[in-house]
């Protein structure tokens, strides 16, 4: 394992281990790059994940205080808590479903498909989906993704098989157990799905593709990748040329470091990169790095989602196997006669009780909230993921108050839904209702959402430099040697799960930054 | 489909380590104990008092209503409030004043104390009238994990925890659903 010194001005520093900064390492290291992934959160391996929903909770995920307005239910229900992401080596790849889908063709041209939406910020990628079909296709054979490749989709637990007859019911025609990059059969010495469940808790087998125990283990084999974790970036450097120089970060200890680095590539997800960016404020660039457009932060996306849980006279025990266990895509496509514009999908998910009780309806109480409760044997559940409306008052933005153990201003992230996300969730939560009531549902629970897994858009990707933050490959449009490798990079977000597209760009990405280094560019 | 052994299951270690000092050693019969001021759970209190303790397990039971969960699950949930007490005094003061607000009210509306409203129906009208006070807020937020992550409890709704120790669900009924209409 390789170990480079905080001096050495010619790595590659990277800030996050997740989709992004996990992936991009190691297919730097592969390339013969050096490479340093900084990562805030610890390191457990596969033997410390816990099949207890709150204690796997407290082991994972990003509780450090963040604070949050606006008209979103979230706001109110869990004001410090707005998104369930993951700080530790493996980000949220430790905590993702699996789900692996790529975007459509016209998802990557939502201002031009959608037209001008009034109340939105659309825009459309300076990528089509043609130019990232090869790097999709490499990040579904690294990911192992069922469905792909010639590997079988996953068999259907019984939480998929009471949406399956339901849809069927309704007619809907594409219903599968979904592209997954959880291993259907033995596949890059990790074995096959055991149907343990508790996937939101970190896979206890292995099936689950995680950069944790894939990329990372993969890029420290080949003795270019440094992976230290409990290591907080607080800020970015820069000479006195624009050029970024390195990063100030408090290890384990609570002590400052200063990495050294030649390239620095941010990857903490879309409420810290952006954070970070904003508090690398300097006198040459006062309103924050990369961000003379003035977009950092703003364009915060978080899909439109909810979930719909049926109740039947029989049992169905939702939890037993994967928690995204199947799909219904029929709504996906663009078809504004419904009322919005753009689609989502409807995707199996279950929670144990424990989870169940806090996030079915949060803050009631009494005879309606638990019978419902006492009806969990026999319920079924899904979650929807439909695209939402970038708008540049929907934001990340540093807290005027509050502060972190280091002294830095937290994350403040502001979200109205627009008029076309509520149009499609109650869309969505009909027709999830109506897919349970024709197997025979006797209660429907259209549930709000929970904290936001899907944390898309704050530096996002434009063809000019005052429409975003970074160009096509990821790089600042003001700095030219830091880019932007996480979801924080997407210019809208499409009807589908980010993870494959996040790891796909990374590739594309570490394909580019390799180029650049060797054309002395950068 | 594979069932689950929904019978009362009630795990000592848990409950003392939860409620050190509110559980006499003896621990007897903990599956049968009920909510009263008078029973021993309650007057092994240390710093808040027997009354104080059973209300806060009535309110319990109020806040989250479960026929199918007897006593012993909410005073569990209630219990470790009197080691915390003793240690934070203010809590310990917020809490009997809690109490005290809610007995205020219930005798005003009611001609008795809280605990011994007899219809629940009466006791969710003092409850939705003091929702908003810091021992509602608090009980209420903490219930859901003091009630609802208690291992004990989930048989009782099904739920069946830990799998992977168990080889997953693979060969333990992740399939077995046998009621859904055939196309």
Redesign the interface.
């Known amino acids: 394992m390789a170990k480079f010194d905080l001096t050495d001005g010619s790595v590659v520093c990277i800030i996050g281990s997740g989709a992004g900064g996990g992936t991009l390492g190691n297919e730097l290291a592969q390339k013969g790059v050096k490479v340093v992934i900084l990562e805030a959160g610890g390191r457990n391996e596969i033997a410390d994940f816990?099949?207890?929903?709150?204690a796997s909770f407290t082991q994972l995920a990003w509780t450090d205080m963040r604070t949050t307005s606006g008209t979103w239910r979230v706001a109110r229900d869990f004001p410090n808590l707005p998104a369930w992401i993951v700080k530790a080596v493996g980000g949220t790849t430790t905590h993702w479903a699996g789900a692996s889908l790529r975007f459509q063709d016209y998802e990557f041209k939502a201002r031009t498909t959608y037209g001008n939406i009034a109340g939105a910020n659309l825009l459309d990628w300076p990528v089509t989906l043609a130019e990232m079909e090869p790097w999709y296709a490499k990040a579904e054979d690294k990911m192992g993704t069922t469905g792909t490749n010639g590997i079988p989709r996953l068999?259907?637990?019984?939480n998929y098989?009471?949406l399956a007859?339901g849809a069927?019911?309704l007619g809907y025609k594409e219903v599968h157990t979904g592209n997954m990059s959880i291993n259907s059969q033995p596949r890059h010495d990790r074995g096959a799905?055991?149907?343990?469940?508790?996937c939101f808790q970190g896979c206890?087998?292995g099936a689950k593709w995680s950069t944790l125990y894939t990329e990372i283990p993969k890029g420290e084999a080949t003795g270019n990748l440094e992976v230290r974790p409990n290591s907080m970036v607080i800020h970015i450097e820069h000479d006195a040329a624009g050029k970024v120089t390195g990063v100030v970060y408090v290890d384990a200890d609570g002590k400052q470091q200063r990495q050294k680095a030649r390239v620095i590539a941010v990857a903490g997800n879309s409420f810290e990169s952006p954070r970070l960016l904003l508090n690398s404020a300097s006198s040459r660039f006062p309103n924050g790095l990369a961000n003379s457009s003035g977009q950092v932060g703003r364009n915060y996306m978080r899909h439109m989602t909810g979930s719909v849980y049926g109740v039947f006279d029989?049992?169905?025990?939702m939890?037993?196997?994967t928690t995204m266990a199947g799909i219904v895509r029929d709504e996906a496509a663009n078809n504004p006669k419904r009322g919005f514009v753009g689609g989502y999908e409807l995707e199996t998910l279950s929670l144990?009780?424990?989870f169940m009780?806090?996030f079915l309806n949060p803050g009631a109480?009494?005879?309606a909230?638990?019978s419902a409760?006492?009806d969990?044997?026999?319920m079924a559940g899904l979650w929807i993921v439909g695209e939402d409306m970038p708008r540049d008052t929907n934001r990340v933005t540093l807290d005027a108050k509050a502060k972190d153990k280091n002294g830095m201003p937290v994350a403040s992230v502001h979200y109205d839904d627009h008029p076309n996300d509520a149009a499609m969730r109650n869309h969505a939560y009909r027709q999830g209702s109506a897919i349970y009531e024709a197997?025979?549902a006797v209660r429907t629970f259209p549930t709000p959402p929970y904290p936001s897994t899907h944390n898309l858009g704050t530096n996002r990707m434009s063809a000019s430099a005052r429409d975003g933050v970074v160009n096509k490959w990821g790089q600042t449009h003001d700095i030219k040697n830091l880019f932007v490798s996480d979801g924080s990079q997407f210019t809208t977000g499409a009807a589908c799960n980010p993870t494959l597209t996040i790891v796909a760009l990374a590739i594309r990405q570490a394909d580019a930054i390799a180029g650049m280094m060797g054309r002395k560019e950068i | 489909?594979r069932e689950?052994d929904k019978r009362t299951r009630v795990s000592r270690r848990v409950f003392l380590r939860n409620s050190a000092t509110v559980l006499p050693a003896a621990a007897a019969a903990l599956a049968g104990m009920t909510i009263g001021a008078e029973e021993a759970w309650a007057q092994g209190a240390t710093t808040l008092k027997p009354h104080t303790m059973a209300t806060l397990a009535r309110m319990a039971r109020?806040?989250?209503?479960?026929d199918?969960l007897a006593d012993v699950y909410y005073i569990k949930a209630v219990a470790g409030y009197d080691a915390l007490a003793a240690k934070d005094p203010k809590l310990a003061k917020m809490i009997e004043d809690g109490v005290a607000a809610l007995d205020a009210a219930a005798q005003k509306a009611q001609k008795s104390t809280y605990l011994l409203v007899a219809w629940e129906k009466d006791r969710?009208a003092l409850l939705t009238a003091a929702e908003k006070s810091p021992l509602f807020q608090k009980l209420?937020g903490e219930l859901?994990?003091s009630?609802?992550?208690n291992p004990d409890?989930?048989p009782k709704?099904?739920?069946?925890?830990?799998?992977?120790?168990k080889?997953?669900?693979?060969n333990?009924?992740?399939?077995?659903?046998n009621?859904?209409?055939t196309?």
């Open positions: 816990v099949n207890d929903e709150w068999p259907g637990n019984n098989k009471v007859a069927k019911k799905c055991q149907q343990i469940g508790f206890k087998s029989k049992p169905v025990r939890y037993r196997g144990g009780l424990p009780a806090a109480w009494g005879r909230f638990t409760i006492d969990y044997e026999n197997v025979g | 489909m689950i109020d806040i989250y209503p479960h199918r969710v209420r859901l994990v009630l609802y992550n409890v989930w709704f099904g739920y069946e925890g830990e799998s992977a120790s080889g997953g669900y693979i333990r009924g992740f399939d077995d659903i009621w859904l209409p196309a």
